[in-house]
């Protein structure tokens, strides 16, 4: 799988936000950066379909949102139906570096506690 | 007012000083006073100058109202529209002065005979004019000139008391116009069920409708004027952003922020908002308008929540599926074994037997040879020898001891495999003998087992308890196949030991399994009972060994099943049964021991 052959197919270029992903043995991680806006947070969750879609067996998936400075409730969306896709095919989901204010809004909606997540060097 | 006629020193206006007289009156008049009533006196005036029996002023107000005044009543008359233009219209032709009758005034029935008007003044379409009438004979020329003279110096007056009408009237229905539009406006911003704010280039709130205060909890306006926007964000951070952006493009659209009411909770907010620049470039005001979505999200997040409750019910229901049938192939293949050795059994208690039979019958022959030995027939003994008999039976015991040896131990194992899947007995709960069960296990396992480690056995005095034997055979093994694997994974030179301790406390049995072996890591000891969790390589296990060994335990037996290890020192099992067996159905355990024939 290449992941920025999916990245340039389903991401439009943002301004106030980006996308990079690496692969390695383990699988797949993604790196958000910016504004999870309305536009950016619909192409987020194409892209994480697509990606899910394409992890073999059980390699993990895993979403660094260090970088994160907006989190609109599409954004949460987006991240909400990838955990309820990888659940369905019983594929390991992480969240990463996660900042006070963006983990503050999972918590609001008490959704916090379905997501898993790694440390900075998991 | 009283009607007085002219007194003899008065002058008539045909002459000089009558006329400088009159004006001078009617200047008075209409400099005292600046409201309509002025014509009447004027008209009076008038009327009273030029000593007619009837006068009348023709005007228009600023309001495009048609008016008479009549010398002699108190209060101007407002006409329709052609009504007046008919009276206006007798005095006609572009002439300022002119000369008519009879006529009579509108309401009036008495004609005059002789009228004469002056038209005053000209404004647009419209004109003013004074009309006066007598019966006692036609104006002169003298009159006729005396009242253009009149006309000369009053229709000035009345013009620009017109034109000064019109102003004021137009000035009053803008300011009307004006203070509608604002009302409007106020009613848009007060009335607005979302909240519209403005705010300083340092984003203090400078203004807000009730609906600010309202959406966030405080009684006034005021516990939100002069405070900083950011002050009501739950992360102020989220404002900076907000601000930062609305700084470089001079507008933010549907900006979604979580706020915080006075009472503590949060509620989700969106925000379009735009800014007022100031010529230098800099933000003079911010204006936004705040909506309360929160019914929205929350609405959302139930999807997500319920969708997401589905996923992992379903996920964990996949795997107690595949749980239940590892159960349930395990349990064939425990009757299957038992069938296997079933079959074997038989011919294996013939062969015993037969063995038996023949060890007895040799016996005989070898007696009979030890006879035949003793007589010194030399043909006998060259056959002997050649037979090798002496060989033969100093061989058949060794044959005979071994064979014994053999069907005793195949017997073992058979004995163990049925005892192991105990497939005779019902699948229910019955008396269970531990030790008995550990053995049992040992000899199925022994293949696993013997080349890695050596086995140390400290049995206490067990009472029977109630169990489902095969399961708890199945859990020994699996612990003890475990173990074996680990140590031989090692590839040490030298066997390790297991020790297997059992003992009774109480109203439990608990059972130990240590090995020597690597141990497990303290990172993955919690998950080593998680189904699908193995350390092994893909195709060398499922890793549902343990959950299925945790389920029987726990959820079957009501008993315990933990682990200890360090690693480099190797790991050992705990297991805890009640001799009572697990609660019956309906209370506490949720197992279903006692409630009948119920397959594993």
């Not at chain 2, 006073?33 to 006068?55: C, V």
Request: proline fraction near 4%; hydrophobic fraction near 40%.
């Amino acid at each position: 799988m290449d992941v920025n052959e999916g990245i340039a197919r389903y991401f439009a270029k943002y301004p106030t936000g980006t996308i990079r992903g690496t692969e390695d043995e383990m699988g797949l991680t993604l790196f958000v950066t910016g504004s999870m806006d309305l536009n950016f947070s619909q192409d987020l969750q194409n892209l994480l379909s697509w990606s899910i879609g394409q992890l073999e067996g059980q390699k993990r998936l895993i979403i660094d949102l260090d970088k994160v400075n907006y989190l609109s409730s599409t954004g949460v969306g987006a991240l909400s139906n990838a955990l309820i896709e990888a659940r369905k095919r019983n594929l390991p989901l992480f969240l990463r570096n996660m900042q006070p204010r963006i983990r503050s809004v999972f918590e609001l909606l008490g959704l916090m506690n379905f997501f898993d997540e790694i440390g900075p060097n998991g | 007012m009283a009607e007085t006629g002219p007194r003899e020193d008065e002058r008539h206006p045909d002459d000089l000083i009558g006329m400088l007289t009159l004006s001078a009156n009617l200047g008075r008049i209409y400099a005292q006073d600046e409201s309509e009533k002025a014509n009447i006196s004027a008209i009076d005036t008038m009327r009273h100058s030029f000593r007619a029996d009837a006068a009348a002023l023709f005007y228009m107000t600023g309001e495009k109202d048609f008016r008479v005044c009549l010398a002699g009543t108190d209060f101007p008359i407002s006409l329709p529209e052609k009504r007046w233009t008919l009276c206006v219209e007798t005095h006609s032709g572009d002439a300022s002065i002119a000369r008519f009758g009879p006529w009579s005034l509108p309401g009036i029935e008495k004609p005059l005979s002789d009228w004469i008007s002056a038209r005053l003044y000209t404004s647009g379409s419209s004109s003013g004019f004074v009309f006066l009438g007598k019966d006692s004979g036609p104006w002169t020329e003298k009159e006729s000139a005396a009242l253009a003279s009149i006309r000369t110096i009053i229709a000035p007056i009345i013009e620009i008391r017109f034109q000064r009408d019109a102003e004021e009237h137009k000035r009053r229905e803008a300011e009307l116009l004006l203070s509608r539009n604002e009302s409007r406006l106020r009613d848009l911003f007060e009335g607005s069920r979302d909240m519209i704010y403005t705010a300083d280039a340092g984003d203090s709130i400078t203004s807000v409708n009730m609906s600010g205060p309202n959406l966030l909890g405080y009684p006034t306006k005021s516990d939100l004027i002069g405070k900083p926007f950011g002050s009501f964000a739950l992360n102020p951070s989220d404002r900076s952003l907000f601000l930062e952006r609305i700084a470089k493009d001079g507008y933010v659209d549907d900006y979604e922020i979580v706020l915080t009411k006075r009472d503590g909770t949060t509620i989700f907010c969106l925000e379009t908002a735009h800014t007022l620049k100031n010529p230098s470039g800099g933000i003079r005001e911010l204006q936004g308008i705040v909506k309360d979505i929160t019914q929205r999200i929350e609405a959302e997040r139930d999807l997500w929540r319920t969708n997401l409750q589905l996923a992992e019910a379903n996920l964990k229901l996949q795997k107690t599926q595949v749980l239940m049938v590892q159960h349930e192939k395990l349990a064939s293949i425990g009757q299957l074994a038992a069938g296997v050795a079933h079959e074997i059994n038989n011919p294996l208690g013939f062969l015993i037997s037969n063995g038996k039979s023949l060890e007895k019958y040799f016996g005989k022959i070898r007696a009979a040879w030890t006879a035949a030995s003793a007589s010194p027939d030399p043909a006998l003994s060259e056959f002997m020898v050649k037979a090798n008999l002496a060989g033969i039976f100093s061989d058949a015991d060794a044959i005979f001891a071994e064979s014994r040896d053999g069907f005793e131990r195949i017997r073992k194992i058979v004995l163990g495999l049925k005892d192991f899947s105990r497939v005779d007995r019902s699948g229910d709960f019955d008396s269970y003998d531990v030790n008995a069960g550990i053995e049992s296990t040992l000899v199925v396992a022994w293949n696993e087992i013997k080349y890695v480690s050596e086995i140390r056995k400290k049995f206490g005095a067990l009472p029977l308890i109630k169990a489902r034997g095969s399961e708890v055979n199945q859990v020994l093994l699996n612990i003890l196949v475990n173990a074996a694997q680990a140590m031989g994974g090692l590839g040490r030179s030298e066997k390790g030991v297991i020790d297997i301790e059992t003992r009774a406390e109480a109203d439990k049995v608990i059972i130990s399994i240590r090995d020597d072996g690597p141990g497990i890591p303290e990172n993955i000891r919690n998950k080593i009972f998680d189904p699908f969790f193995t350390t092994k390589e893909p195709g060398k296990g499922t890793g549902l060994g343990l959950s299925i060994s945790y389920d029987i335990i726990v959820n079957k037996h009501a008993g315990s099943l933990w682990v200890e290890s360090e690693p480099g020192q190797g790991t050992t099992f705990y297991i805890v049964l009640p001799v009572a067996g697990p609660p019956p159905a309906g209370s506490d355990a949720g197992s279903d021991a006692g409630t009948g024939p119920v397959s594993a």
